[in-house]
């Protein structure tokens, strides 16, 4: 079964240091997004992203935050200059059409 | 905008017995929802969806059941079964103004009693 998949399982970094969360999508999704969750909360939308162009953003994705499909098969999400309140899980998600959106197993994000 | 929540934050339920999982919403406007599992260490799993046009729809052992009237759902599992023990979110979007970003709830934790 088709499945996202993101690398890498955790990421440890320090504050103020640059961050690019991997994902590949199921192969024939049109539509990608970026999730996250702080340890306890519920899951927030970060970013959607459709045709080569950012669709959708949150308050949460500033100007640190962006994202790219630098080929047909990879999706990040980069972060410029990591803050300690940006711990927490990452999850990639994919879907075709836009409804049924699948998620990745996510990326633990550790800023020290 | 919108929020989703749900009632109840933990769930114990006997093995083979049924579980219910419900949650309400605040915009009227929601038009689709969608329930996940999300087991420790794992990224949501997707269960079962539902659209506004609908009020009940059936899975494997799932039932979604949807009530515009109060703006509630609910996730009924059938014969509950110790893998079926996991964090639970409904979430729910708005296509109206071409939007597709889900907004969750904060989850009901499902424990199964063997």
């Known amino acids: 079964e088709p499945e996202v998949t993101q690398t890498p399982s955790h990421q440890v970094t320090q504050m103020g240091q640059e961050v690019i969360l991997r994902c590949v999508p199921i192969?024939?999704?049109?539509?990608f997004y970026w999730y996250r969750q702080i340890l306890g909360q519920k899951v927030e939308f970060l970013v959607s992203?459709?045709?080569?162009?950012?669709?959708?953003k949150s308050e949460i994705f500033d100007d640190q935050f962006s994202v790219e499909r630098p080929d047909g098969s990879n999706f990040t999400l980069k972060i410029r200059s990591t803050k300690l309140e940006d711990s927490a899980m990452y999850f990639c998600?994919?879907?075709?059409?836009?409804?049924?959106?699948?998620f990745g197993p996510g990326t633990r994000l550790t800023v020290t | 905008g919108e929020s989703v929540g749900l009632h109840l934050p933990t769930l114990s339920v006997q093995e083979g017995d049924n579980s219910i999982i419900n949650c309400a919403y605040s915009?009227?406007?929601?038009?689709?929802f969608i329930w996940y599992k999300q087991e420790s260490g794992k990224g949501p799993q997707f269960i079962i969806d539902?659209?506004?046009?609908?009020d009940k729809r059936q899975g494997q052992r799932v039932t979604v059941l949807l009530n515009k009237t109060v703006k509630h759902l609910s996730l009924q599992i059938a014969a509950t079964q110790p893998g079926d023990s996991a964090v639970y979110f409904c979430?729910?979007?708005?296509?109206?103004?071409?939007?597709?970003?889900?907004?969750f709830g904060k989850g009901t934790k499902l424990s199964v009693i063997p």
């Open positions: 992203f459709y045709n080569n162009e950012i669709s959708e």
């Open positions: 915009n009227s406007a929601s038009d689709y």
């Open positions: 979430a729910g979007s708005y296509s109206g103004a071409g939007s597709y970003q889900l907004t």
């Open positions: 539902i659209r506004s046009n609908m």
């Open positions: 192969s024939n999704h049109l539509y």
């Open positions: 998600a994919s879907s075709y059409p836009a409804y049924e959106q699948y």
